[in-house]
């Protein structure tokens, strides 16, 4: 079946450093993949969708200077959380899609920040 | 605008009775609209969608109705169990963006 592993599971970070985080799709072809973040309490705010063959999307209030994200080919992606602060804590979550499917989320990374 | 609104925020039912959630959005070129079951500690996961062409669709006591006139949709767990209580969101898919928006999530309490 179709899978997407995200990893890490967690992650500490001291305030001021950055984190990457990576996400596979599995049995499936992931044309696009958009990443997420849910703050406590918070739903989840769309930060970009990466399509590919097309340029990766920032939404407002998200540049690829403290996010960028590669999207090399059809399983992979990744997305480096730069000088990291408080605010940036929260559950981090990659959806893949092919096509016109739903995005099928990874397990999230938490991102805790001291 | 591209907000996806959803209602109640947090929902208490007794254990058998049914559960209502509600979303509505604002941009008209949405076309798929996915739900989502999320429980602590884990990612969410689809449980249920439907696109614009149809209005209702039902699966193991999930019903989602879509009034596209309205921009509102809507799921309904029949017979509530335990096990149903978890945060639920809905979502709208942008057909020209791409982008999948999120409505802030219902957390449903299931009362024994």
């Known amino acids: 079946g179709a899978l997407v592993y995200q990893y890490p599971r967690r992650t500490i970070c001291k305030s001021g450093t950055s984190m990457r985080m990576e996400c596979q799709a599995v049995?499936?072809?992931?044309?696009?993949v958009a990443w997420y973040r849910q703050s406590p309490q918070k739903t989840f705010e769309l930060i970009a969708l990466s399509t590919v063959n097309s340029a990766i999307k920032y939404e407002q209030n998200f540049t690829q200077e403290k996010f960028p994200i590669s999207h090399p080919n059809l399983s992979f992606s990744s997305m480096t959380v730069l000088n990291a602060y408080l605010e940036d804590r929260g559950l981090y979550l990659c959806?893949?899609?092919?096509?016109?499917?739903?995005?099928?989320f990874g397990e999230g990374t938490r991102l805790s920040v001291l | 605008g591209e907000q996806v609104e959803q209602l109640p925020s947090i929902l208490r039912v007794q254990e058998g009775s049914s559960a209502s959630i509600n979303c509505t959005y604002e941009n008209s070129a949405s076309n798929y609209f996915p739900w989502y079951k999320q429980e602590p500690g884990e990612n969410p996961k689809l449980i249920i969608d439907?696109?614009?062409?149809?209005e209702r669709k039902q699966t193991q006591g999930l019903i989602v109705l879509l009034d596209k006139k309205a921009k509102r949709f809507s799921l309904h767990i029949t017979d509530t169990q335990p096990g149903d209580s978890a945060m639920y969101f809905c979502a709208a898919r942008d057909t020209n963006a791409y982008k999948v928006i999120f409505g802030k999530g219902t957390h449903l309490h299931v009362l024994p």
């Open positions: 439907i696109r614009s062409n149809m």
């Open positions: 959806g893949a899609r092919d096509g016109n499917q739903a995005p099928l």
């Open positions: 049995g499936f072809q992931a044309t696009s």
